[in-house]
């Protein structure tokens, strides 16, 4: 069975995006950008909801041709390109960069995804993340706290059906006073 990760940056309020999907809050250090780098790297799939599909899409394809781009934005784009891909979206009808489309039932596809052989798969996306967490198919919880308040917004969280046991398996702080804790589900 593979192994399936939620990790995001939040705020200490619990929000992935601040009202209006503001993200605005979440710039990551260089330290903390190459962390997330080396968690994409040890991932074999990744799964999208639409709307961070269309975020990712919007920058990763070309981002290591930005003058700007850093040796890890760089390797991060060039990686995300390479990452076979799984968008759930019953609203586009075309997706690319080694990307596959499902329109239909995607708890039933993530669950054969799962299933299957492979690596560990990551999953992103607050919707799409909560229909796998309230059918007990994360293992792992990644939260990449930033130290600021937003009041609203999308939360990390989804409300479950029953308590999910967790084991906090590693902490590191971040400049800026950012804080990772990893959590795997108690089976």
């Not at 962390?35 to 269309?54: C, F, I, M, N, V």
């Not at 969280?157 to 046991?165: E, L, Q």
């Not at 590693?170 to 089976?187: A, H, I, S």
């Amino acid at each position: 069975m593979r192994k399936l990760s939620w990790g995001m940056n939040l705020t200490l309020d619990g929000y992935i995006a601040a009202a209006g999907d503001d993200i605005g809050w979440s710039e990551p250090s260089d330290e903390l950008f190459q962390w997330w780098l080396d968690q994409e790297l040890a991932t074999s799939t990744s799964l999208y909801g639409r709307k961070l599909w269309e975020t990712m899409s919007s920058y990763w394809p070309t981002g290591d041709e930005q003058p700007d781009a850093t040796p890890a934005e760089i390797q991060f784009a060039r990686n995300w390109r390479a990452t076979p891909k799984v968008v759930f979206s019953s609203t586009i009808d075309q997706v690319d960069w080694n990307t596959r489309l499902v329109t239909g039932d995607a708890l039933a596809e993530i669950t054969r995804l799962k299933d299957g052989d492979g690596g560990p798969m990551e999953i992103g996306g607050a919707t799409l993340a909560g229909v796998a967490m309230r059918a007990g198919l994360i293992d792992e919880y990644v939260l990449v706290t930033h130290p600021v308040l937003v009041g609203g917004g999308t939360p990390f969280f989804t409300a479950v059906d029953s308590w999910v046991n967790l084991n906090l398996v590693e902490t590191r702080t971040f400049p800026g006073g950012v804080m990772m804790t990893r959590y795997e589900t108690k089976r």
